[in-house]
């Protein structure tokens, strides 16, 4: 807090004349936006789309990008904590109102490639650099038909810069909760050579999650100690090719509530690739690795939870291989077609210790996925019809269990599946800015091999594999009416979405502190609602966003042979409230500074399948305010949950907190030419 006084006080005693309110925080909503996978000339308007910028990013009073996302109506976390402390195995992303696990119906993308965690489909929100964005593009609804596996609810595209000059930029912040971190930015272009190289760090003292009315000697804080780093180079081979590379590297460790429960993560990721622009096509190829190591520690708490007993620890390697290659050709008469290939081959071995006997059981496996699509677009005068498909081979395969004290290897079951995911949609542009839109798709999730081999654990729940997981199935569709008047753009969007094979956790044993669940292919559940959005035009200085959600997701079929959960029929779905409102309102004051407020509703959900654990309704309001100092200085400042609510993360069965209070103040340089 020292650091944000003295900043304050520095703005306070410069000349009126040096200050330059920043620019306004906007999110962008649209049904224009190209949500073809980046095709170009290929422009599906009948989807709904979200944007903001990397300077909107930047201006968040947010530590991580979820938690800048969250003013995005709809985009919610599996849990309400956010990455800054939260363990990334329970940051799944739910859109739509389909919920999640630790593995999310919502694929997250950067540059065509997969940014969703190779083994378990979660996110790690702190891998790109937060001044290497150049903007998040959130598609709602399903994408399985350009995308493949995981895009049930929608697409999180994380869009990289692409240096064009020659810049610095840093930002460095202190806050609340010994919170330390900062960014930093350089690019530079010439004819033959561009660069780029981005790093960002943070470091927080974190906060107890759980509840004080719960709280034992053995609960301590849950934090996160974070290095990204980001470099790559452009050249222009010929005035119509061009090609890249890309080098990132995620170091993390996590401290995740109690002493012996810790986890962290290294992660390097290589990206390579061409685009090329000629009169007969736009043809873009990407080639990318990963290489993972994720480790973490478990352990068994006493019921008064004042001490505490190490029962396992985990370690993850990680292998990913792949390719995409996409191209699109104009043709006369309005007619865009294009064409893809991608592959995806995961390698890995999760590896579990049982302590005290440090045994250790072992579960490789390999899972490809291979697919390919076709899409195409034809715009007549006052319409826009949009079609695709895309088939995809779904497999996991070599598996095999072996345990230290054993010589035995035994396999586990091979899992093939061969998936079609069409997606046709239409729009129909009125007079007055009036246009009328439909969708409709089908969609599929393939289980992660962290559903299927390993067993995982949040606080006092212990989730177990299965190694008979199939694909999750749904189908859906949207239908919209949009208006872009003087005043403001306003849509309006009804969606309904049934996922059939829903792979979802069922209790197999409990006490009063702790529950088993296995992970299982239960009936079918439905997702159905409607999403109002508007978004004012500057207007003396002001602007405002204004998002409404109302999804009633529930159980419509079940089938499971547990006797603790003979039926949930008609539940509602664990994490995913009813109602769901974001505002955001941008002010600027002359002379003075730039002022975002940030205010959020969230309706009551459960924490639990069996719909016994209420996590009660919130308001959360998050402020930020930028004052420039010179032409490339600016302080800024801000807070999250600025009422400082006890906002309720978890009740399975050991209560815990969403993150309180966080004050924040910084300073910002830039520079270009």
């Given at each position: 807090m020292r650091l944000f006084s003295g900043i304050l006080i520095a703005a306070s005693?410069?000349?009126?004349?040096?200050?330059?309110p920043a620019s306004p925080i906007t999110v962008q909503q649209s049904i224009t936006v190209t949500a073809d996978r980046g095709l170009a000339n290929i422009n599906d308007s009948a989807t709904s789309?979200?944007?903001?910028?990397?300077?909107?990013?930047?201006?968040?009073p947010g530590l991580t990008l979820d938690d800048s996302l969250h003013q995005v109506a709809g985009f919610q976390l599996f849990r309400r904590t956010s990455s800054w402390t939260a363990n990334p195995t329970s940051a799944g992303?739910?859109?739509?109102?389909?919920?999640s696990t630790a593995a999310s119906r919502t694929l997250v993308i950067s540059d065509q490639?997969?940014?969703?965690?190779?083994f378990g489909a979660w996110v790690h929100w702190n891998e790109t650099p937060t001044l290497a964005i150049d903007y998040v593009q959130i598609l709602r609804g399903g994408g399985a038909d350009l995308y493949g596996s995981s895009a049930i609810g929608g697409v999180v595209d994380v869009v990289p810069l692409t240096p064009t000059k020659l810049t610095f930029a840093a930002d460095t912040f202190g806050a609340t909760e010994n919170t330390a971190a900062g960014d930093a930015l350089f690019t530079t272009a010439s004819r033959h050579l561009a660069t780029l190289s981005a790093l960002s760090v943070l470091s927080t003292g974190g906060y107890v999650p759980t509840a004080p009315s719960a709280r034992g000697t053995v609960d301590t804080v849950s934090n996160v100690s974070n290095q990204a780093a980001r470099t790559e180079l452009h050249m222009p081979m010929t005035p119509t090719l061009t090609t890249f590379l890309r080098g990132n590297l995620l170091n993390e460790a996590r401290a995740n509530g109690t002493p012996d429960q810790t986890n962290g993560t290294r992660l390097w990721r290589f990206i390579g690739g061409a685009d090329s622009t000629n009169p007969f096509a736009i043809i873009a190829l990407r080639l990318y690795g990963l290489r993972e190591s994720y480790r973490q520690s478990f352990s068994s708490v006493a019921a008064n939870r004042n001490s505490e007993t190490l029962t396992k620890l985990q370690h993850v390697p990680t292998d990913e291989l792949g390719f995409a290659l996409q191209g699109s050709h104009a043709f006369p008469h309005a007619v865009t077609t294009g064409l893809g290939l991608d592959l995806r081959d995961i390698r890995a071995t999760d590896d579990e210790t049982a302590t005290p006997s440090f045994v250790t059981t072992s579960t490789s496996a390999r899972q490809r996925e291979t697919g390919g699509y076709a899409d195409g677009i034809w715009q007549p005068k006052n319409w826009s019809f949009s079609g695709s498909i895309r088939v995809d081979s779904f497999r996991t395969f070599d598996a095999q269990k072996t345990?230290?004290?054993?010589?035995?290897?035994?396999?586990?079951?091979?899992?093939?599946?061969l998936v079609a995911s069409p997606h046709l949609g239409v729009v129909r542009y009125l007079p007055h800015g009036l246009a009328l839109t439909g969708t409709a798709y089908r969609a599929f999730r393939g289980p992660t091999m962290n559903e299927l081999y390993r067993t995982g654990q949040v606080g006092s729940q212990t989730t177990l594999a299965n190694n008979a997981l199939l694909a999750e199935r749904a189908t859906g569709f949207e239908g919209g009416i949009e208006l872009s008047a003087r005043v403001a753009h306003v849509r309006a969007t009804y969606f309904w979405t049934e996922v059939n094979r829903p792979i979802t956790t069922v209790l197999v044993t409990e006490t009063a502190t702790t529950q088993t669940l296995q992970r299982q292919n239960l009936g079918q559940l439905r997702s159905d609602g409607?999403?109002?959005?508007?978004?004012?035009?500057?207007?003396?200085?002001?602007?405002?966003?204004?998002?409404?959600q109302l999804s009633f997701a529930s159980v419509t079929r079940f089938n499971s042979s547990s006797p603790l959960q003979t039926s949930l029929v008609g539940n509602w779905l664990p994490e995913v409230p009813r109602e769901s409102f974001t505002?955001?309102?941008?002010?600027?004051?002359?002379?003075?500074?730039?002022?975002?407020?940030?205010?959020?509703?969230?309706?009551?959900e459960f924490d639990d399948s069996a719909n016994q654990y209420i996590l009660h309704g919130?308001?959360?309001?998050?402020?930020?305010?930028?004052?420039?100092?010179t032409k490339r200085f600016s302080v800024f400042g801000g807070a999250q949950n600025v009422l400082n609510r006890a906002i309720e993360a978890g009740k399975t069965p050991t209560p815990t907190l969403a993150p309180p209070r966080l004050v924040q103040g910084g300073l910002r340089y830039r520079f270009s030419r």
């Open positions: 005693i410069l000349p009126a004349a040096a200050q330059t789309t979200a944007v903001l910028t990397g300077q909107q990013l930047q201006q968040s992303v739910s859109l739509r109102g389909l919920g490639v997969p940014l969703s965690d190779p345990v230290s004290n054993a010589a035995t290897i035994t396999p586990q079951p091979n899992i093939a599946e409607a999403m109002l959005e508007a978004q004012t035009v500057r207007w003396h200085s002001l602007d405002a966003a204004f998002n409404y505002s955001v309102v941008n002010y600027t004051a002359a002379r003075i500074a730039a002022f975002h407020l940030i205010a959020s509703y969230q309706g009551r919130y308001a959360r309001f998050d402020v930020a305010a930028e004052r420039g100092l």
